[in-house]
């Protein structure tokens, strides 16, 4: 069962707001009859349309996304400014991110219309791997690092243990770059993590999602991704690691 609102903008006939002013403007029936409530929920056996145009609903499609820096992760924004959406005008269906990447983090995102998909992804208990490449400040030593991997406390708790690689420094600029792999998906996380740590993000990436990663895309590049590969997420966020 899904909200009529959900259903009218899964079917790509309109935004969910714009879905909401239909069904109060009372432009949408249920098996025949008028619905001017936002309420209620409705199932696949359920006959909707729209100023008497059935729904159909949208197959599911799923892409990756590579994210350039100053674009927002929400189908759409109210200061105007470029969200993910907007590299995929050229498709019909009306699909969103799976979670979110700040407006200053580049990498990869998920995009897809199916939504019980993307609440499987997006769930804490999925435990899907996400690996970020940080441009930090100053050099932490080994044992400030590790701290990152037995967990940190942030505002809202203490994190999960995490992975973490060393890559590089710059010794005359005071930066290094560091590899951190979590499997929670807090707002700003990684920057919080490395800000709690004293040393703070600089610039970050996603490079991968459970197994997926960037190979073979530029920044603003999208792909579809194959069923099977839809299907090993599947079943990696069912069955943790
Ligand atoms: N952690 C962050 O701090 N930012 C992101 O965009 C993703 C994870």
Avoid: C, W
């Amino acid at each position: 069962m899904e909200r009529l609102q959900k259903v009218i903008a899964h079917a790509g006939l309109a935004s969910r707001r714009k879905a909401e002013e239909l069904i109060l403007e009372g432009k949408v029936t249920v098996n025949g009859k008028t619905v001017r409530e936002l309420g209620i929920k409705v199932s696949g056996n359920d006959r909707v349309e729209v100023a008497g145009i059935p729904v159909e609903k949208e197959e599911p499609v799923y892409f990756i996304l590579y994210k350039p820096r100053g674009v927002v992760s929400t189908a759409s924004d109210d200061k105007g400014r470029k969200t993910v959406t907007d590299f995929f005008q050229h498709i019909k269906e009306r699909i969103y991110p799976v979670g979110r990447l700040d407006y200053d983090t580049s990498g990869l995102v998920i995009m897809t219309n199916d939504g019980e998909f993307a609440n499987l992804m997006m769930h804490p208990k999925s435990e899907v791997e996400k690996t970020y490449v940080a441009k930090i400040k100053g050099i932490p030593p080994r044992e400030t690092l590790r701290s990152l991997e037995k967990g940190v406390m942030l505002e809202d708790g203490k994190t999960a243990p995490a992975k973490v690689k060393f890559v590089s420094l710059d010794k005359k600029k005071q930066t290094s770059i560091v590899e951190l792999t979590i499997h929670e998906g807090r707002n700003r996380q990684v920057r919080r993590m490395f800000e709690a740590i004293g040393h703070p993000v600089l610039k970050l990436k996603r490079e991968t999602y459970g197994f997926l990663d960037l190979k073979g895309l530029k920044t603003g590049d999208a792909r579809e991704l194959s069923p099977h590969e839809v299907k090993q997420l599947r079943s990696l966020a069912k069955f943790g690691k």
